[in-house]
Nanobody
Framework: QVQLVESGGGSVQAGGSLRLSCARSGYSLYVAWFRQPPGKGREGIGAIVTPNGNTIYADPMKGRFTISQDNAKNTVYLQMNSLKPEDTAMYYC?????????????????WGQGTQVTVSS
């Protein structure tokens, strides 16, 4: 069983930065970040392979979003830079043990409760 707790969300002006945290209890092979804008479906941002720190990102998310981890704290981070109003969303972390697809929400078993990010213009 894996439990995930996100933190670090809040309100920020366009152009600003935020770093979200995902505190994890238990082991998982992958930890991913997703977001769900108001009135829209959930979209994948990227994922990290926890044993070696390799990362993969969805093409629209490359450049402004960076996923990293602190193994000592069992925490995965999402650094978000140059934020835009369209980045406003609920942000979730998710975890899974299985190999294969990493950016589809349907393959993830464990989910956090989410943290809200609001970007104002």
């Amino acid at each position: 069983q894996v439990q995930l707790v996100e933190s670090g969300g809040g309100s920020v002006q366009a152009g600003g930065s935020l770093r979200l945290s995902c505190a994890r209890s238990g082991y998982s092979l992958y930890v991913a970040w997703f977001r769900q804008p108001p009135g829209k479906g959930r979209e994948g941002i990227g994922a990290i392979v926890t044993p070696n720190g390799n990362t993969i990102y969805a093409d629209p998310m490359k450049g402004r979003f960076t996923i990293s981890q602190d193994n000592a704290k069992n925490t995965v981070y999402l650094q978000m830079n140059s934020l835009k109003p369209e980045d406003t969303a609920m942000y979730y972390c998710a975890a899974k043990h299985s190999l294969g697809s990493t950016l589809s929400e349907y393959v993830y078993t464990y989910w956090g409760q989410g943290t809200q990010v609001t970007v104002s213009s």
